[in-house]
């Protein structure tokens, strides 16, 4: 039975006993009097209360105590000793078992919608995916439904459809509303040759594109998925909460036992009234909202944060982040466009375009990207390669027409020769910023080729952004010193450590984090063990290539200014943990003498259905702090100073 129904149980037999207190300074009884209550008791014990007993049982026969074994002993000691006062003739209190069980489950009904609606904006994603697809199937466009869409399908998308799947634009143009996915507010123009998100909407144009990723392989099920693994994910500080309700529940008994035999052995009041102190302790401790306190700020500070583009992938990032000292970045890609150019040829252009090309062709590399995009733009035909073979960090040699060629970095040319002139030149493209790419024949340099990745436009804000935090930022890159420190002084960043080996990186970052806790940012897959090492790995998204295992944190829409929204959010959840916590234990804290009576000689006193109310709204202050997560102002310290 859902806990709506159980509450809903509660509070629908528990009105007549309220009606019961509230008229009998009038003269009305309840009809039935005594055995009535006992009735509609009974029938809440059982079924509305009955969950807690079994949870206080199952920890009990492992030597542990819980949240529930408060509330299964308030309600079991004062639904028992009623009966036994019923059967002497003494005041019963039913109806404080009653209320204790419907205040305890009012606060889990306030707990459980605040669930749906920090997980509503999720699942919503998930219902607004397109029901079928326009797809060439004979060389006809026909409509299927979704679940027939297969990768290497060519869809066509009309204007005000939904986009299936992911995707590459093969045909056409448009611009298409991908707000729902990134956050972003602006439709973005896309051609022949683009990415699409699938479920995002096209705005104007008819296009044609590929399907490259369906069913739970698509973007928005990859972040569905992580949304969902990190709302039910735990901080390391909810560890302590665990330990401390471990001894805190024991201690609240204690402490109810105490106060029972002061009221009863040294104040003599009646067993009654003693039990009646003790019964409100055990209510008024049971620390609902401190095992709320942690899941409810996870919940809705991981469902902003997807909603504005930024994937935190668990508790244990947000903890993390709080003590971040120092954010360390990848150059290509993260901090530069990741597209590079060919800006010079030095040497006979046609000959090195040559050579570069038949031995980069076969490479992912961006700079080799380049290289063979600018072949193709001069008509460069490519020669015939053997004996390839690839050197780590450094380069690629093999054989060209016969003849052992070479292309890569300076650290190729340990037994090459090379003129002044051409070492001059380098360092000249070098101070612009260019990456220089030497070529060589026969262990002699016959050429070189300057490529340039220019910083995104954002890059510089994004630095500015953390260096007002207090933050150090560093460039971490296999590039030459002098073009690492040309892009950095662009874009402000404080320390660059360049000519680093793909291998090395991870090494550098635990080396930086002798100085306090690092985050690394970089593209998700190059960078993969430099991501692992980091206290916090952010992964730069691109497009629909999102390597959601690399980085506890992934920025959707590619863009470094959310690496400083994504530290300012996460430190915001955390802290809103905290602050629950602190609510928490204050409740319990302030409630647990009032309870005992310790102030009853002034008038005040809290009765046991008193204190589960007030235990309810305890759970309610902290559900309601943690919501007004959704409205906390996420802003650049930059930009307000």
Known sequence: MTITKRFWISLIFSLPMLANMILMPFGWMLPGGDWTQLSLTTVIIVISAGPFWQSAWASFTKHHS?????????????????????????????????????????????EERMRNNAS?????????????????????????????VVVGDIIRVKPGEKIAVDGEITEGTSTIDESMVTGESMPVEKKTGDKVIGSTINSNGTFM???????????????????????????????????VSDIFVPTVLIIAILTFMVWYVFLGASVASSLIFAVAVVVIACPCALGLATPTALMVGTGRSAKMGILIKNGEVLEAVNDVKTVVFDKT???TVGKPEVTDIVGDEKSVLTYATGLEQSSEHPLASAIVKKAENEKISVPKVSNFQAIEGKGVEALVDGKKAFVGNDKLLADVEIDDKLKQQVIELQEQAKTVVFVGVENKVVGLIAIQDA??????EAIADLKARGLKTVMLTGDNQLVAEAIAEQVGIDQV????????????????????????????INDAPALTVADVGIAMGSGTDIAIESGGIVLVKNDLRDVDKALALSKKTFNRIKLNLFWAFFY??????????????IGLSLSPELAGLAMAFSSLSVVTSSMLLNK?????????A
Do not use: C
Request: proline share 4%; aromatic share 8%.
């Open 333 to 335: 890609g993260t901090i």
């Open 120 to 148: 509503e904006a999720v699942e919503k994603l998930v219902d607004l995916q397109a029901k079928e697809a326009e797809v060439m199937r004979d060389g006809k466009l026909v409509k299927i439904p979704l679940a027939e």
């Open 209 to 243: 594109f590929k399907a490259e990723k369906v069913g739970d392989d698509t973007m928005l099920s990859q972040i569905v998925e992580l949304v969902k693994k990190a709302q039910n994910s735990h901080a390391p500080i909810q560890n302590l909460t665990d330990k």
């Open 632 to 640: 906390a102002k996420i802003t650049s310290k930059a930009r307000l």
């Open 497 to 524: 450590i360049a000519d680093v080996l793909p291998s090395d990186k991870a090494d550098h970052v635990k080396a930086l984090q002798q100085d306090g806790k690092v985050a690394f940012v970089g593209d998700g």
């Open 66 to 110: 819980n949240m529930d074994t408060l509330v299964a002993i308030g309600t079991l000691v004062a639904y028992v000793y009623s009966i036994y006062a019923m059967a002497t003739h003494q005041p019963v209190f039913f109806e404080s078992a009653a209320f204790v069980t419907t205040f305890v489950l009012l606060g889990q009904v306030f």
């Open 588 to 601: 319990n804290v302030l409630g647990i003498p009032i309870a005992a009576g310790i102030f009853y000689g």
């Open 455 to 460: 910083p995104k436009d954002t890059s510089r």
